[in-house]
């Protein structure tokens, strides 16, 4: 404790110690330091220029210095160390990570989802339009306006299985249980094409340009283009086991393919008679794959219950760059276009949904909602936002990724790190 008097010669300073003290030497170093620290200067060189003596200021600093702790902690100072940890570019420096809220802003019911891995039910297109598939029916919600629309129904007992929207125009395909595929108009409120070329069920779409792909069941891939009357122009036959997962790789060059095989293809659309690469370290259903927008010969897949592993291939020569076990189920991943970030959702035995810094593959959020599997995923098209489904019946939304305008720095750094993945 100080206090300050004034005398005729100047201003002097007392210092009161109590002789005992409970505070720890620490706690009294906290309590005591923002004082001492602004008055410790003045304090020596006072008594300097009053004793007029160098020899007798290095003797009386040495005194205070060696004085019991106990006794006084006026001089008594460790540097602590900056409640601020700054950022090193190194994997034992934990990345710095801006909040995101774990809560959905929105919750929609959704009776009839259907909780099946081997679904695809959920999709976000492009003019701001979530199609769902429930039932025999396919429904469209619109973000902006709130608006629930009834796109078609299928005729009973034959039930919608996938569904998924053109990136080019306001066309969706539809897929079914018993291995049909509708491309739909919503503009003109009609059905364009039906194609019947496959022998059992459809259960993921992908489209490339004006041209959907179709894995099924039967164990087919087949790329069909719907501005021609053909009913197909390429067939894939590579998995031996059903079909579960589709994706084209962002120059529309490569089609990776996930199956109930365990194995993960990568397709040439120049070479469609042989796979380049045969994918065969995940040991459950393949179901969640995606491409990385901010280095595209980079895929990453999603294991099945006895798998949980997400694994990064560098597609360049086919070799697995990075595995990490997620604690569960895969069921779907989406890669932001605003950051280096990926997410994915789950099933058993979480049920949650996981942020993934990249490139160190860094779980920055976990968010639970969903009391069943979070089977369904699909991303906004400004990249903030995703809506999850689940067999709760229930369609979630949650915000997780900055604007890609206000956030720009941001996107700089995530393309610096993505460099620093080994590709060669």
Not at 180 to 186: G, L, M, P, W
Not at 284 to 299: F, G, R
């Amino acid at each position: 404790m100080l206090r300050q008097r004034s005398t005729s010669k100047g201003k002097h300073f007392d210092r009161l110690v109590p002789e005992k003290v409970n505070l720890s030497d620490y706690q009294i170093h906290m309590v005591e330091d923002q004082k001492n620290e602004s008055l410790k200067e003045l304090d020596l060189n006072e008594q300097l220029r009053v004793e007029n003596s160098q020899a007798k200021y290095n003797s009386l600093l040495k005194q205070k210095l060696m004085e019991n702790k106990s006794q006084s902690s006026l001089f008594v100072y460790q540097r602590q160390p900056s409640k601020y940890k700054p950022y090193i570019f190194e994997n034992e420096c934990p990345s710095p990570v801006r909040k995101i809220n774990k809560a959905p802003y929105k919750i929609l019911d959704a009776p009839k989802l259907k909780d099946d891995f081997y679904y695809q039910l959920v999709d976000w297109s492009m003019s701001n339009q979530i199609g769902v598939g429930l039932g025999n029916s396919v429904y469209t919600w619109n973000a902006l306006t709130n608006e629930t629309t009834q796109l078609l129904e299928i005729e009973a007992p034959v039930c919608v299985s996938c569904i998924k929207w053109c990136d080019r125009s306001e066309i969706i395909a539809i897929g079914d249980d018993t291995g049909a595929v509708r491309i739909y108009d919503i503009v003109k409120a009609k059905i364009l094409k039906t194609y019947e070329n496959h022998n059992l069920r459809v259960g993921c779409l992908d489209w490339n340009g004006c041209n959907i792909t179709s894995g099924s069941r039967d164990k087919s891939i087949l790329f069909q283009d719907i501005r021609t009357n053909n009913d197909y122009e390429l067939s894939f036959q590579s998995h031996k086991q059903e079909v579960c997962g589709l994706q084209w790789s962002p120059n529309e060059q490569f089609l990776a393919s996930g199956g109930n095989d365990n194995n993960v293809m990568i397709q040439s659309i120049k070479m469609p008679n042989q796979s380049m690469y045969v994918l065969k370290d995940h040991i459950a259903a393949v179901k969640a794959l995606a491409w990385s927008p901010h280095q595209p010969n980079i895929l990453c897949s999603g294991g099945g219950t006895t798998d949980k592993c997400l694994k990064f291939w560098n597609t360049s020569n086919g070799q697995l760059q990075n595995s990490v076990d997620t604690g569960s189920q895969i069921c779907n991943m989406k890669w932001s276009t605003n950051t280096n970030e990926l997410v994915t959702s789950h099933g058993y035995s979480l049920n949650q949904v996981a942020v993934w810094k990249m490139p160190k593959i860094e779980r920055i959020a976990t968010l639970y909602g969903h009391s069943f599997r979070v089977l369904y995923l699909s991303l906004s098209p400004d990249g903030e936002n995703i809506v999850t489904g689940s067999g709760d019946e229930t369609l979630r939304f949650w915000k997780l990724f900055p604007s890609k305008n206000k956030h720009s720095n941001l996107v700089n750094q995530s393309k610096l790190d993505s460099i620093r993945l080994d590709i060669r």
